[in-house]
């Protein structure tokens, strides 16, 4: 009967691993962002800006924005500004998306 119960369980346990979604490169297991920027940041002084959405990880979207001079800060993305940016960047990324699909065809 231990057996069969070890058995079970065991198989259990595979089962729902293999149902989990792999964690691909650069997932995170729980929030990033513990302290929000609202201030807004020039233009010039951004190198890069990355966009987390909500998920299971964390309930916040996450914007991370990185500055010429090495920092990385969190941006507030319920800030007017930075709802615009995000905006803008999901705007380029589709014409870009379309390009090379265009390129394909």
């Known amino acids: 009967m231990r057996f069969f ?11 729902h691993t293999r149902a989990l979604q792999p964690l691909g490169k650069g997932y995170n297991s729980h929030c990033m962002c513990l302290k929000l920027e609202s201030r807004v940041i020039p233009q010039q002084s951004l190198r890069s800006v990355e966009i987390f959405p909500r998920g299971s990880h964390c ?10 001079s090495g920092e990385r800060i969190c941006l ?13 960047i999901e705007k380029k990324e589709s014409v870009v998306k379309k390009a090379k699909a265009a390129d394909a065809l």
Request: net charge positive; glycine share 2%; no cysteine.
């Open 59 to 68: 309930r916040n979207t996450e914007v991370i924005a990185g500055l010429k």
């Open 5 to 15: 119960l070890l058995l079970a369980l065991i198989s259990s346990s595979l089962f």
């Open 76 to 88: 507030n993305p319920h800030t007017k500004w930075v709802k615009s940016l995000i905006q803008y």
